[in-house]
């Protein structure tokens, strides 16, 4: 991957990371595409806009919680956000992220790139609700293009009663999402405007106390 990758410049200088970390994000970018054509790993059509759609659209989130070390991301899939998170994130002192992913093959490129960019991740395959409940101490959640925010309340309901924030990023459905989770759950949640997308928002769910009766 090369210097001239559409939008790398600007998504590095905004998130303002160092030499080394700019380096391992650029090795995330070549390996996703090296594994693109066997694995199928994000739309064919985003590849191009790898920088400003995938990598961009992660940073954001690491922005919103300075102070977290412990993150959690569920169906990893290509490492979006996860992996980029965790590639990003590990200038900070203890920092680390879990990435629960059920598909065999994802979780092998998970694993390998981990290794190769040397990114404080743990690679979990396993379904979510088999393994949600190791992750009590997380401080973040996170999970992008995975479920409706109801669905993702339900497997994440014990970490945030538990004092995690969940960070969850929704496309144009959002508010229906939030509403159909509102007939459900008990929680508390703002909507913060995405900084790659005008019509996207950032679900943060700061307390669930439960379902509706």
């Not at 200088?13 to 594994?35: C, F, I, K, M, P």
Request: charged share 25%.
């Amino acid at each position: 991957m090369t210097d001239h990758a559409p939008g790398r410049d600007a998504v590095l200088r905004q998130a303002g990371v160092s030499r080394e970390t700019a380096a391992a994000l650029d090795l995330y970018v070549a390996q996703l595409n090296r594994w693109q054509s066997i694995k199928n790993l994000v739309g064919p059509s985003t590849l191009r806009e790898v920088w400003s759609r995938h990598v961009a659209d992660s940073l954001q989130l690491l922005a919103l919680a300075p102070e977290a070390t412990r993150w959690l991301d569920l169906g990893s899939g290509a490492g979006i956000p996860g992996l980029i998170l965790a590639i990003a994130g590990r200038e900070r002192p203890g920092f680390r992220v879990d990435l629960v992913e059920s598909n065999g093959r994802k979780g092998a490129f998970l694993q390998e790139t981990a290794r190769l960019t040397g990114a404080p991740a743990r690679i979990h395959v396993a379904r979510i609700e088999t393994v949600i409940e190791r992750f009590a101490d997380s401080q973040i959640v996170t999970a992008r293009a995975l479920a409706p925010l109801s669905q993702l309340l339900a497997w994440t309901e014990p970490l945030l009663k538990n004092g995690a924030t969940g960070l969850f990023p929704k496309g144009r459905d959002v508010l229906t999402e939030l509403t159909d989770a509102e007939e459900r759950w008990r929680f508390t949640a703002d909507l913060i405007p995405s900084r790659t997308d005008s019509e996207a928002r950032i679900v943060r769910v700061s307390t669930v106390s439960g379902l509706l009766p």
